[in-house]
């Protein structure tokens, strides 16, 4: 970030500490704010972004901002940029909750100021909470996924076919998932099967089975360190599934019980 003038903010100013979040949250996404996920061909087009330009912000002593990038960098600073990237990921404008303070976004003013310059001031804020967000990881299992491709005439048909293979022979194995999903890649993998049925078929799709198991190891086929061995029982799987390049199809090293 660059400033024009020095910037001091007192940790017990509410309000410098809530233009401070502004200023943090529009520059923490970098390419966002100059065009890159904002782009939409035909909707919201940007130029030159395989020369995509980082955000600068020349921030002044009241905590007033100019976001602008260098002139020969891709991308483009709008009004419309900055709002975008403001409103990401914001639960409540009012509450943003922060280590330091509450930011208050809601009174924000954002003014384009000149070509690739954009004035944004009027950030808030009000006492922090008495609580932390704190991010913690833990082991939740083991995930296998296997993916394989349709195209042409009735290619959806057949993903969907071969997906209820899979689902019965998971079944037939005994498998031991706590979570299994049987999505189509370009028809119903984001968004479900409501809106995919108002547009029209796809020429090609991928079927993608993902499932999430507590351990390798599965008693009735013994130690989890034999699981190469099932490798063997999803060579049926893949030979059943409609089309040509079936057998590509790849499990992760689940272990059952079917014979080998």
Request: glycine letters at 10%.
């Amino acid at each position: 970030m660059l400033t024009s003038a020095p910037v001091r903010l007192s940790r017990r100013s509410r309000p410098a500490l809530g233009q401070a979040t502004v200023i943090g949250h529009l520059l923490e996404c970098a390419g966002q704010i100059t065009g890159g996920y904002f782009a939409d061909p035909g909707f919201k087009d940007v130029s030159s972004l395989a020369r995509l330009g980082f955000p600068i912000a020349e921030a002044g002593p009241d905590g007033a901002v100019v976001i602008t990038k260098l002139a020969k960098a891709g991308g483009r600073v709008t009004e419309a940029t900055c709002k975008e990237q403001l409103l990401y990921e914001i639960h409540d404008p009012r509450r943003y909750l922060q280590p330091d303070v509450v930011a208050d976004f809601s009174q924000v003013r954002i003014e384009q100021e000149g070509a690739d310059r954009v004035r944004v001031s009027g950030g808030n804020g009000t006492p922090r909470t008495g609580t932390l967000k704190v991010s913690v990881a833990y082991f939740d299992g083991y995930i296998g996924e296997g993916q394989i491709s349709y195209a042409g005439p009735g290619a959806v048909a057949r993903a969907r076919l071969a997906l209820g293979i899979v689902r019965e022979r998971l079944a037939l194995t005994g498998v031991k998932t706590h979570e299994l999903r049987f999505d189509l890649i370009g028809v119903n993998a984001l968004h479900g099967e409501t809106l995919a049925a108002e547009f029209a078929e796809p020429y090609e799709v991928r079927a993608r089975v993902t499932g999430r198991t507590a351990s390798l190891e599965h008693k009735p086929c013994g130690s989890a360190m034999k699981w190469r061995r099932c490798i063997r029982t999803v060579r049926p799987v893949a030979a059943a599934l409609p089309g040509r390049r079936a057998k590509s199809l790849l499990f992760s090293p689940y272990c059952c019980r079917a014979s080998t």
